[in-house]
């Protein structure tokens, strides 16, 4: 288990209103695996499965960036489009002027996470 390490990040709660809805949203932008536990709870797998984690009911969503978890894009343009039809709102746009390529979205429960587009991804799956 080379990518497990005193210190990684692995494992994220995510307020959720209707988390089927979250559950959908996350899947179809950024192509997150969802499953079921056995106590019915839902759960994800990011695309690499480094990360993992759930939604929660009753936790108020985090409306205003304070701490920002950002998701790795390889089109931003792209996922900025699927943000939008499904749910997501834009919340801080791409700014033109900066050397990273990032933006921060509401999700449909009202969470704030940020995108940010990694270049050397281009082109893959």
Known sequence: MADYAIGKICYIEIPAVNVARSAGFYE????????TRADGSRA???TVHQVSGTFVTGRPPAHEPGLVVHIMVA?????????????GVI?????????????????????????????TLAGRA
Not at 28 to 35: H, L, Y
Not at 92 to 98: L, Y
Request: with cysteine; glycine share 8%; hydrophobic share 40%.
């Open 44 to 46: 994800f797998d990011d």
């Open 91 to 119: 919340v801080q746009p791409v700014d033109p002027t900066s050397p990273e390529v990032y933006a921060l979205f509401r999700d449909p429960a009202g969470n704030v996470f940020g995108i940010y587009e990694e270049r």
């Open 75 to 87: 089109d931003i343009k792209a996922v900025i489009v699927a943000i939008e039809a499904n749910g």
């Open 28 to 35: 179809t932008c950024f192509g997150w695996e969802m499953r």
